[in-house]
């Protein structure tokens, strides 16, 4: 009998068994500084079409900009409990949410500073290798403008595919992840 490998890194049809179950959809109870926000919005493929089964892992600085990792040796405050981290899947119709406080801008490249922004992990069926991207927010077109991280995508036109549109009067975000075709999310490689 030979055993025939299986592709490993593939979320396959074990997200919801083995990742759904250490989902954090609000890190915001955790913090005690800074504006509260909600972000969603919906995973897309190439079609338009929902994915129903991607998983979506953020990472973000604390609304003084300092991350609660042990590398940030900024001299900036942490927040109590506030670990920047959380981890949320999307639905059948492929709708996710999660709630955080806006974070504040962190060192760039070259001592420039990043504007605020989230770090965000995708995981999905049929992918071998899981993606990253940014969430960068619409209120703050000064700090995006100087962003180091949007100056290097030479195709202006796309940068938009990372800029949450805020709700007029709320504190709400929509960020749409759509994964090939007209509209495509900026991907980066890591």
């Known amino acids: 009998m030979t055993l025939m490998p299986t592709a490993s890194a593939t979320v396959g049809p074990y997200l919801h068994i083995g990742l759904v179950p250490l989902s954090v959809n609000d890190i915001a109870k955790d913090a005690s500084k800074g504006e509260t926000i909600v972000i969603s919005g919906r995973v897309l493929d190439g079609e338009g079409?929902?994915?129903?089964?991607?998983?979506?892992?953020?990472w973000q600085a604390n609304a003084a900009g300092k991350y609660a990792h042990p590398e940030d040796t900024q001299d900036k405050p942490l927040d109590g409990k506030f670990t920047g981290f959380g981890r949320v899947p999307t639905d059948k119709e492929g709708r996710y949410s999660f709630t955080t406080v806006k974070p504040g801008a962190v060192p760039g490249p070259g001592n420039t500073l990043q504007a605020p922004h989230i770090v965000i992990c995708l995981f999905m069926r049929g992918m071998l290798k899981h993606l990253y991207t940014r969430i960068y927010f619409s209120d703050e077109?000064?700090?995006?403008?100087n962003d180091p991280v949007l100056g290097v995508i030479e195709d202006a036109a796309r940068r938009p595919t990372l800029i949450a549109d805020r709700a007029s009067g709320k504190a709400e975000y929509r960020w749409d992840i759509r994964m090939q075709g007209e509209g495509?999310?900026?991907?980066?490689?890591?």
């Not at 495509?184 to 890591?190: A, H, L, N, Y």
């Open 184 to 190: 495509e999310t900026v991907f980066f490689d890591c």
């Open 141 to 145: 077109a000064a700090a995006n403008a």
């Open 49 to 58: 079409q929902p994915v129903p089964d991607a998983l979506i892992e953020f």
